[in-house]
């Protein structure tokens, strides 16, 4: 049975068991592989110091292993493909997301394909948007992988926390809870997604939480000064329309 920690006021916060057979990450293209993390040694308590080693040959190293002290030695997962984990750990998005601060990083994914591409599509519009980028362009890596693991349910918290968390234009109120959660020793969050009704997606909050992916196909979304109104599937050569 899932182990419900303790919340702010006292009482526990409900976990459930997270099985996904096949869970969907979507990540922009031109993040490649971090080949570092599945060269190094297999006993992650000497990475740092590898690391560090091979920093004083190659400074360009710092920028492709990132922030490897963000992640504790007992956290982190190596091997063929490890890097599209350990990245979202350790290259962190200082403006944050909707479970973090910007303080550490978060490992986002899907439960359907569909799912992760309506995420995503809305985050890169919201950026594009921000930028104030003309029509363009944009390649994305689809990852999947499988998760087994007990994560805190949003939607068991009830309408009334959910309106905040789940909130479709604000992270005030999530972004505090997400620390406090993983300060308290949460893994992470299963919740309902806000882009697409009816789906879920998790929030890990360390690399271990979640299986190691595989590239399971290329998208193009296409931004047309906007909005993205559709993509391209490059596994099925041909362009999908977006509600």
Same mark, same amino acid.
């Given at each position: 049975?899932?182990?419900?920690?303790?919340?702010?006021?006292?009482?526990?916060?409900?976990?459930?068991?997270?099985?996904?057979?096949?869970?969907?990450?979507?990540?922009?293209?031109?993040?490649?592989?971090?080949?570092?993390?599945?060269? *190094?040694?297999?006993?992650?308590? *000497?990475?740092?110091?590898?690391?560090?080693?091979?920093?004083?040959?190659?400074?360009?190293?710092?920028?492709?292993?990132?922030?490897?002290?963000?992640?504790?030695?007992?956290?982190?997962?190596? !091997?063929?493909?490890?890097?599209?984990?350990?990245?979202?750990?350790?290259?962190?998005?200082?403006?944050?997301?909707?479970?973090?601060?910007?303080?550490?990083?978060?490992?986002?994914?899907?439960?359907?394909?569909?799912?992760?591409?309506?995420?995503?599509?809305?985050?890169?519009?919201?950026?594009?948007?921000?930028?104030?980028?003309?029509?363009?362009?944009?390649?994305?890596?689809?990852?999947?992988?499988?998760?087994?693991?007990?994560?805190?349910?949003?939607?068991?918290?009830?309408?009334?926390?959910?309106?905040?968390?789940?909130?479709?234009?604000?992270?005030?109120?999530?972004?505090?809870?997400?620390?406090?959660?993983?300060?308290?020793?949460?893994?992470?969050?299963?919740?309902?997604?806000?882009?697409?009704? !009816?789906?879920?997606?998790?929030?890990?909050?360390?690399?271990?939480? *979640?299986?190691?992916?595989?590239?399971?196909?290329?998208?193009?979304?296409?931004?047309? !000064?906007?909005? *993205?109104?559709?993509?391209?599937?490059?596994?099925?050569?041909?362009?999908?329309?977006?509600?």
């Amino acid at each position: 049975m899932p182990q419900d920690l303790p919340g702010p006021d006292g009482r526990s916060v409900p976990s459930r068991r997270v099985v996904w057979p096949k869970a969907w990450r979507i990540i922009a293209s031109r993040f490649p592989p971090i080949d570092l993390f599945e060269r *190094v040694s297999d006993d992650p308590k *000497v990475w740092d110091a590898l690391i560090a080693l091979e920093e004083m040959t190659n400074p360009r190293l710092r920028d492709e292993a990132g922030e490897i002290s963000l992640v504790p030695p007992e956290r982190r997962v190596s !091997g063929a493909n490890a890097s599209w984990v350990m990245a979202a750990f350790t290259h962190i998005n200082r403006s944050g997301s909707r479970f973090s601060d910007g303080t550490f990083g978060v490992y986002y994914a899907a439960d359907t394909l569909e799912t992760a591409i309506a995420e995503t599509v809305y985050h890169f519009g919201v950026f594009a948007a921000d930028a104030g980028d003309p029509a363009r362009r944009e390649d994305m890596r689809v990852l999947l992988g499988a998760v087994d693991r007990d994560f805190e349910d949003i939607a068991a918290l009830g309408d009334d926390v959910n309106a905040g968390l789940l909130d479709s234009a604000s992270y005030a109120q999530s972004q505090p809870y997400a620390v406090a959660r993983r300060d308290a020793g949460a893994d992470g969050f299963v919740y309902p997604s806000v882009r697409r009704a !009816g789906f879920e997606c998790i929030a890990a909050f360390w690399p271990d939480t *979640v299986g190691i992916p595989v590239q399971e196909r290329h998208l193009q979304y296409e931004w047309d !000064g906007a909005r *993205v109104r559709r993509y391209f599937d490059y596994s099925l050569e041909r362009w999908i329309d977006l509600a």
